[in-house]
């Protein structure tokens, strides 16, 4: 189904002394754009983020803000490993007995050797959580952006319906355009009060006919609309071919308008041309 570049989605994850909390803005753009808000300090979890944005939308201005807060208090972090202070302190007390030392390990002995190492952050790595935090957010988001895009998907259609419409009209209105101009030409002929060949003026006409003629543009004209109609089902990204058929149509207009020497066409070529800007403005906000 079509989907919309605009969007919002928010997703929290705790773990590890952690709480993320992810929130996704989604605009409209030609490419796509990801900013993300914070992670400064962490570069290597903030390229992670961006990769996974890029994974999950092909276009649009995608704003990620990232809240990461510690669940424990200061005095609840692991400051020091445990497990190596005691293998420091079994270490020195195997010294004491073997040497029958008088003193036993203290904590300025356990300082010496280093024992009192920081404890590895590998526990306390944040980004599993943002990351867990950042699909959650990317989920919600795209149903948004689904959500959006159903709604756009009926608006569009009901433009293409005004689009075919009006160029059934056109072509509705041909023959009788048609018939005018060879009266009107026949006419100036006959006013001219000189010897014509039947034949000759008849080729003549007609060459004057096919020079105005629209059928070429109309065919054209109708094979954009039903290739936009069968792209609204489409489940890939379409907004760019979208634009690109708007382009196609409004060429085909202009065209259809500067052969037309009809009012009643050139008043369809007006509400056609107002129908297909109407159009690219919708498929702008497409991804």
């Not at 957010?137 to 009926?154: K, M, N, Q, V, Y």
């Not at 500067?258 to 056609?272: E, P, Q, T, W, Y």
Request: hydrophobic fraction near 40%.
């Amino acid at each position: 189904m079509l989907s919309s570049m605009t969007g919002f989605g928010m997703g929290t994850a705790s773990g590890s002394g952690w709480r993320a909390e992810v929130t996704l803005r989604t605009l409209n753009n030609r490419f796509l754009s990801v900013r993300v808000r914070a992670l400064h300090d962490r570069p290597q979890v903030q390229v992670q983020v961006e990769e996974a944005i890029k994974r999950a939308f092909k276009r649009g201005e995608v704003g990620v803000s990232i809240s990461l807060e510690r669940e424990t208090s200061p005095g609840e972090r692991k400051v020091f490993c445990a497990e190596t202070v005691e293998s420091y302190l079994a270490g020195l007390q195997q010294v004491v007995e073997r040497f029958s030392l008088p003193d036993e390990p203290t904590l300025s002995h356990l300082i010496a050797v280093g024992a009192l190492q920081p404890a590895s952050s590998d526990e306390e790595d944040p980004a599993p959580i943002i990351g867990e935090a950042l699909q959650e957010a990317i989920a919600a988001t795209r149903a948004a952006r689904a959500t959006e895009g159903e709604h756009l998907a009926g608006e569009i259609d009901g433009i293409l319906d005004g689009i075919a419409s009006l160029t059934a009209q056109v072509e509705e209105r041909l023959p009788d355009v048609q018939r005018e101009l060879r009266s009107r030409m026949q006419e100036k002929i006959a006013s001219l009060a000189v010897d014509v060949d039947p034949s000759r003026m008849e080729m003549e006409i007609a060459l004057v006919v096919e020079r105005y003629d629209v059928q070429e543009e109309i065919a054209r004209l109708r094979g954009h609309v039903e290739r936009a109609r069968s792209l609204l089902s489409s489940d890939d990204p379409v907004g760019k071919e979208l634009d690109f058929l708007s382009q196609e149509m409004l060429r085909e207009v202009n065209t259809l308008g500067s052969k037309s020497r009809d009012l009643a066409i050139n008043g369809l070529v007006i509400d056609m041309k107002l129908a297909i800007n109407a159009f690219k403005e919708q498929v702008q906000n497409v991804e």
